[in-house]
């Protein structure tokens, strides 16, 4: 489906009841924040894959954190894009009966506006005890000593991101799971939706009813699954799709 073609998807007012969005990858790289992933993503001849463990992290938490705060200077010079922008909008034209859950680690959907996105996997700008889970701004942290020592536990600080091998938050993905099995709409962004259990997301809401709208330049597994499949970029087709869902939701007032 094209662009132009957004508006004559056919969503009824009963579609917009409750609405789950899943962000990915593709949202991020448009805002220009790197993969590190493929030919080209190394960093001091590293393999993210060797840096993002816990085994990384106790064998050497001052190269693990030297990698993560790179990472946050680079995340930290780019900006939100108008696909960020108009899931801003979505949620405040559908409050409650809008749901963000996010893979990205950038915490760009709280920087466009986006109020309590679900992050699945973290985000690259909190530190976290190890020991006592506990969270800590920057300033509260000594990064002089290698690794920052919790103020409440003692405890090791680390990245609060979730890394290979580590199982995901279970509270957020019993809400995401919950938040999707209800879902009247199901909006599945920029993700390659192969990586389980994001992936499950979309093939539960669809077959518990909901309409499923994949946004993805490229096809993925998801894509002959979707009822309607934009190949686009977020940042283009989003503003578009939420022009459509003003205007369906205009009808049913
Ligand atoms: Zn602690």
Redo the contacts with the bound molecule.
Sequence with gaps: MELHEIFAINLTPEHLDRIVVLTGAGMSAESGVPTFRGEGGLWKQHRPEELATPQAFAADPQLVWDWYKYRRNLIAATEPNPGHTALVELESILGDAYTLITQNVDGLHTRAGSNRPIELHGNIFINK?N??S?TFPDDALNFDEMPPL?P??Q?PVRPGVVWFGEGLNPVDIEDAFMKSHQATLFLSVGTSAVVHPAASLPEMAKQNGAFLIEVNPDRTPLTSLADTAIHETSAKALPALVDKIRQVRSKSI
Excluded: S
């Design positions: 005890c020991n006592c506990n919790c409440k536990c405890g």
